[in-house]
């Protein structure tokens, strides 16, 4: 990174912002969800360092959100565009391709930082880890209906166990790597982050012990556990071939999603959980 912490001023409105400033764009892209995006605004704009930039990419069908942007005073780092994509992917990439900093940061709308110090933290990290050209951290999640954190470094030799441990709101990439690799790939419905990471294996990588992100549980990969289980093999079988492996583990997470759903699997979840092994 470069200049990586700036004191900035800006006057937006009726108000005026200052604070220090990261080499970091952060790109949120709503659907006709107000009330989450002003939660995930709200918690970039607590951050003790401010990211360069923050993109709203809002394709909703209503006005809501692009009145809410228009009447309010926002920072002078928050920039958005009101039009229509062609879903997730798309709009990943209009995002990616509108922000020019270095460091990109995809956080949804409804998605929240754990706390005021992950920007800075962050800046912090990539400084220390030139060579990382993306890193992942933790997540709180909701299993079972217990809150629980997870997260562990990437490794490679287990892609075909998806993304259960290294989870796509923890990345911060560099852009460079999208710019080498390409956007999302608009084929996938839901899967079009694991594909990404498939893609992105082979970039030098660093893990942050923290907790990044505060989890929506709401989205379209929490409400289509299965379905998206099935696009993830479509994936990997598309990048690395067939794999008895990944059969036998996606027959593992079908069985564990049943049984989740059950008395008797949330308690021996809770157990799991007690034990500290809620992570495995």
Not at 17 to 40: G, H, P
Not at 225 to 232: A, D, F, I, M, R
Request: charged share 20%; hydrophobic share 40%; aromatic share 12%.
């Amino acid at each position: 990174m470069g200049n990586s912490l700036r004191l900035f001023t800006g006057q937006p409105a009726k108000s005026q912002y200052f604070y220090f400033m990261s080499d970091i764009a952060v790109i949120t892209i709503s659907f006709n969800n107000l009330a989450d995006l002003q939660r995930t605004c709200a918690s970039v704009d607590s951050q003790s360092v401010k990211p360069e930039a923050h993109w709203i990419i809002n394709g909703s069908t209503s006005d809501e959100i692009a009145g809410w942007l228009a009447a309010t005073p926002q920072p002078a780092y928050r920039k958005w565009i009101n039009e229509r994509d062609k879903g997730i992917a798309d709009a990943f990439n209009k995002g990616i391709r509108h922000a020019a900093q270095p460091v990109l940061h995809l956080l949804n709308s409804g998605d929240c930082y754990a706390s005021a110090d992950v920007l800075e933290a962050v800046t912090a990290f990539l400084l220390q880890h030139p060579h990382a050209q993306w890193i992942s951290g933790n997540i709180a999640i909701t299993r079972a209906g217990k809150p629980v954190v997870v997260g562990k470094p990437f490794d490679r030799s287990k892609l075909y166990r998806g993304m259960r441990s290294v989870s796509h709101p923890t990345w911060f990439v560099k852009k460079a790597v999208y710019e080498r690799v390409g956007g999302f790939n608009g084929a996938y419905r839901i899967a079009m982050d694991y594909d990404m990471m498939c893609r992105i294996a082979d970039e030098p990588y660093a893990y942050l012990d923290k907790l990044i992100v505060q989890f929506d549980d709401t989205g379209i990969s929490s409400a289509q556990y299965l379905p998206s289980l099935k696009e993830n093999k479509r994936v990997y079988t598309m990048h690395f071939g067939p794999s008895l492996l990944l059969e036998i583990w996606q027959l593992r997470l079908k069985l564990l999603h049943y049984l989740l759903q059950t008395a008797f699997g949330k308690w021996l979840f809770h157990l799991k959980k007690k034990a500290g092994m809620e992570n495995w």
